[in-house]
């Protein structure tokens, strides 16, 4: 692999982890696809993917995840997303990895409340997701 291949490779490393943490809560993922020693820069969810394990067992059922516009460099992905059900509101979230050697290895994110179009002063939503656009 090249290096001007290696940002669309770590894009689709993210988008199945992710996937796989999220949309199918598959434990098994982060064994495959996230690194032993995993950096976690969230403050309240410790380093090390067990910490992410423990995350997805305790998902509500209602829970949701929608990943939308995805941005890759070098050795960093940044996924604009959609939470809903794991708060009182939905949320819309950056979460920002870092890869190498084939694995996630690090993650930092910024997160707000989601604020329905109809109710912001310029009629857009907060979240798009590209993948649903016909083109």
């Known amino acids: 692999m090249t290096s001007a291949d290696l940002p669309t490779s770590n894009k689709a490393l993210v988008l199945a982890a992710m996937h796989g943490v999220f949309i199918d809560r598959d434990p098994t993922v982060l064994d495959r ?3 032993p020693d995993y950096r976690q820069h969230k403050p309240l969810i410790p380093n090390g993917p067990e910490a ?7 998902l509500p059922a209602d829970f949701r995840y929608e990943a939308g516009m995805v941005v890759a460099e070098g050795d960093l992905v ?3 997303g959609r939470y809903t059900g794991w ?3 939905p949320m819309v979230v950056v979460d920002i990895f870092r890869v190498a050697n084939g694995r ?3 993650h930092w994110d910024v997160m ?7 109710q912001t002063a310029n009629g857009q939503g ?3 997701n590209p993948q649903s656009i016909a083109g």
């Open 33 to 35: 696809l996230f690194s």
């Open 104 to 106: 996630v290895v690090e």
């Open 52 to 58: 992410i394990k423990a995350v997805i067992a305790g």
């Open 87 to 89: 708060g009182p509101k």
């Open 78 to 80: 940044m996924i604009h």
């Open 126 to 128: 907060m979240f798009t």
């Open 112 to 118: 707000q409340d989601d604020v329905p179009a109809e």
